[in-house]
């Protein structure tokens, strides 16, 4: 699968990047994309939520009435779920939702994740560039430039870029990662990616 290779001013550089069939051109796994999608989701959760059960709540231990005789339930504490203020049963407790998934099934995910936005034609490559200093407004020309204003965009680069990250960090829409950082879950998310040209190696190195 071929694709043009643009400049960041959007112009053509007349050249062409190879995608490999194995990584944007597989049959998509929809499974392997849930499951990884829910992991991401699940390590986000912080997992601090916490109630009180009877054992924790402060109060007296006196007996309230006697046990038998009133017509009514017998009752031993105030602590007692059944009661205003008392502890509750089952409570949450603080816990990690995080599980595991095998590094092959995260591929498998990551690479049919590509394979739909390549199907959907929602996958440029641009030239590797970088801005001597961070301006976001710089990032705006280029993302009009390349038609992709008011999309969400992530822009895949091979390595860590301060002066384009910075560049693009106040703007809502618009997310920078590199290879190694790259999740199902952004992929699916951006309506539009934007790959660096060196970064396409290293996807494959990663995902084969």
Not at 34 to 46: G, I, S
Request: hydrophobic content about 35%.
């Amino acid at each position: 699968m071929e694709v043009s290779v643009l400049k960041y001013n959007g112009e053509d550089t007349g050249r062409k990047a190879n995608l490999s069939e194995s990584i944007y051109g597989i049959e998509p796994n929809d499974h392997a994309v849930y499951l990884d999608v829910k992991q991401f989701l699940a390590n986000q959760r912080q997992g601090t939520h916490k109630a009180k059960e009877r054992a924790e709540i402060s109060g007296s231990t006196k007996k309230l009435k006697k046990q038998k005789g009133t017509g009514t339930a017998r009752a031993g504490s105030i602590k007692s779920p059944v009661f205003r203020g008392g502890g509750r049963v089952f409570g949450p407790r603080p816990r990690n939702y995080g599980f595991k998934l095998n590094r092959k099934l995260k591929a498998l995910a990551r690479k049919s994740a590509l394979t739909y936005k390549a199907k959907e034609n929602k996958l440029a490559v641009l030239e590797d560039f970088s801005f001597d200093n961070p301006s976001t407004k710089e990032y705006l020309k280029m993302l009009a430039a390349l038609s992709f204003d008011g999309k969400k965009t992530l822009l895949i680069l091979s390595e860590q870029n301060k002066g384009v990250y910075l560049s693009s960090r106040n703007l809502p829409k618009a997310s920078v990662v590199t290879v190694d950082q790259l999740s199902t879950y952004d992929l699916l998310h951006a309506d539009q990616l934007l790959l660096s040209e060196s970064s396409l190696e290293k996807i494959e190195n990663l995902l084969i």
